[in-house]
Structure formats: structure tokens, C-alpha cells
């Protein structure tokens, strides 16, 4: 079976950091593009970054550049988004989500799923 729990959200001031975490098992960070998206209330479920099965090179969505930092342990099999500089329009739910290789990283390619994690931040 496979699982990708993901935890670190909460609450933060605006300007404040999160750091969130995915473990995945069931399979391997070698086999999958790995990251996330976040669903914020009203709105569609959009990338944020993802490391590539392949290299294990990150890959920024322009929303987020230059504030997230992606990284992963293959070790641990858990990839990590660290989050900074927080603005009030990053609150959603970020989901942890893998997709096959050669596949994009969009929400109709998701293969796997995680349950998701609320980050707020607040002005």
C-alpha cells in the first residue's frame, strides 16, 4: 500500500517560516516525482514544487520562488518543502502528491496522493 503523510503545517504570522514534511512508503523517491500542491478555499489546487525522481533536482512554481526550498532524504524516503517569508495568500492546504516518471507534475497525472495540511498565515 502506498502512503505519503505529510505534517509540519500551522500557524504563522505573515513575514514567519514553516517547514512541511512528506514520508512516503510504499515507494521510492528514485521511482516518483515528488511535491506538492496547495488548495487554497475557492480555488483550484495549484503546483508549488516537485524534486525529480531522476535527479532529485527541485522545480519552483513562480508563486513560490525564491521563498521555498525543497529538498528530500532518500534515506528517510521524506521529502521536505521549506517555506519562508509567508504572505496571507499561501494559506491552503498543501498536499503531498507523487506522479510517475515522464508524467507532468499537474493535478491529472497525480498517481498518489497525501491527505493534505493546513499552513495559514496570518496578516
Known amino acids: 500500500e502506498v502512503q505519503l503523510v505529510e505534517s509540519g503545517g500551522g500557524l504563522v504570522q505573515a513575514g514567519g517560516s514553516l517547514r512541511l514534511a512528506c514520508a512516503a512508503s510504499?515507494?521510492?523517491?528514485?521511482?516518483?516525482?515528488i511535491g506538492w500542491f496547495r488548495q487554497a478555499p475557492g480555488k483550484e489546487r495549484e503546483g508549488v514544487s516537485v524534486?525529480?525522481?531522476?535527479?532529485?533536482?527541485?522545480y519552483y512554481f513562480d508563486s513560490v520562488k525564491g521563498r521555498f526550498t525543497m529538498s528530500s532524504d532518500n534515506a528517510k524516503n521524506t521529502v521536505y518543502l521549506q517555506m519562508n517569508n509567508l504572505q496571507p495568500e499561501d494559506t491552503a492546504v498543501y498536499y503531498c502528491?507523487?506522479?510517475?516518471?515522464?508524467?507532468?507534475?499537474?493535478?491529472?497525472?497525480?498517481?498518489?496522493w497525501g491527505q493534505g495540511t493546513q499552513v495559514t498565515v496570518s496578516s
Open positions: 524534486i525529480s525522481g531522476r535527479d532529485h533536482s527541485p
Open positions: 502528491a507523487a506522479v510517475p516518471p515522464g508524467s507532468y507534475f499537474r493535478v491529472s497525472d497525480v498517481r498518489y
Open positions: 510504499g515507494i521510492t523517491l528514485d521511482d516518483y516525482a
